[in-house]
């Protein structure tokens, strides 16, 4: 839902695609992952909160009961002062009058500024789900993306909202570590979701924006790889209650279902997938080469 002048480009998830879009922040504070382009046109900032108050109080008033959800823009929405971010829940709330849901993106970095006490705080004004890019649970791939947080420390910050309960939608890349590490990158990144079952997990498959100077680090994947990828790591996962997706627009296998009632029926999609792809070498040994035009 679009009445501002954003500062384009505006990203946001899949789910958030009916919700109103505030950019707290411009960029991400962790701009420095090699495998992500989404900001690296942008310099961070965090934006004034009276920038802010204004842009809600445009909102016209005939629209105001239609909005039920809100998603905190840009990359890192949690990394606003935590007074302020606390301000910016009112505003909404008394501005909005059917509200009741905020989300936000959450960088490792983030998680850091907040106390489970303040998160806590946070979704008591409606700031509800966080979403957050694990990228892998393998230690050398997270090293090599230069994600600057260990799989381990991002888990204890993930626990962290998990204690305030805020649910997590947590992503992770199909192809992020090349064929080099693809049994450990896998294998790894499902032990990571079993660890700490999130509500949510969607996996995205590597494409090119910004990042081609990490494409020259890795071996990239052919369309039959990343199937084997998928594969491996829905055969691992066994979380105690998550819903899985891969609908992202980079997806070649599209899955959905739940954990643990769906694990069965998710793994014979992603074997049957693959199956049908050996049937058609040229496409199965062919590196995929889809990029975003634009941004």
């Known amino acids: 839902m679009y009445y501002f002048d954003y500062d384009e480009p505006l990203f946001r998830p899949p789910s958030e695609a009916h ?106 004004r409606k700031l509800r789900i966080l979403y957050f890019g694990l990228e892998s649970g393998d230690a050398e791939t997270i090293e090599l993306v230069n994600k600057r947080f260990s799989p381990e420390v991002m888990l204890t910050l993930c626990r962290k909202a998990q204690q305030a309960e805020l649910k997590l939608s947590v992503t992770a890349i199909l192809g992020l570590a090349g064929r080099a590490r693809t049994q450990q990158h896998a294998e790894a990144t499902a032990a990571w979701i079993n660890a700490l079952a999130p509500e949510y997990f969607s996996l995205l498959t590597m494409f090119r924006r910004h990042n081609d100077a990490y494409f020259k680090c890795i071996a990239p994947l052919s369309n039959g790889e990343v199937l084997q990828e998928a594969l491996r790591v829905v055969s691992h996962l066994n979380p105690s209650h998550t819903i899985l997706r891969s609908n992202h627009v980079s997806n070649i296998l599209h899955l959905a279902g739940s954990y643990p009632k769906d694990r069965q029926k998710i793994i014979a999609q992603a074997e049957a997938a693959l199956q049908e792809g050996r049937r058609h070498p040229d496409w199965f040994n062919l590196v995929p080469d889809y990029e975003e035009e634009f941004f």
């Open 19 to 124: 919700s109103l879009i505030i950019q707290v922040t411009i960029g991400c504070s962790q701009n420095s992952c090699g495998f992500c382009g989404m900001y690296k046109m942008k310099n961070f900032r965090i934006r004034p909160l009276a920038d802010i108050f204004a842009e809600i109080d445009s909102i016209p008033l005939p629209h105001r009961p239609y909005i039920q959800r809100v998603f905190l823009g840009d990359g890192d929405g949690l990394v606003y002062p935590q007074e302020q971010l606390l301000a910016v829940l009112d505003k909404l709330a008394s501005t909005l009058p059917r509200l009741n849901r905020v989300g936000a993106y959450a960088s490792p970095n983030s998680l850091t500024t907040k106390t489970v006490a303040e998160l806590a705080q946070l979704r008591q």
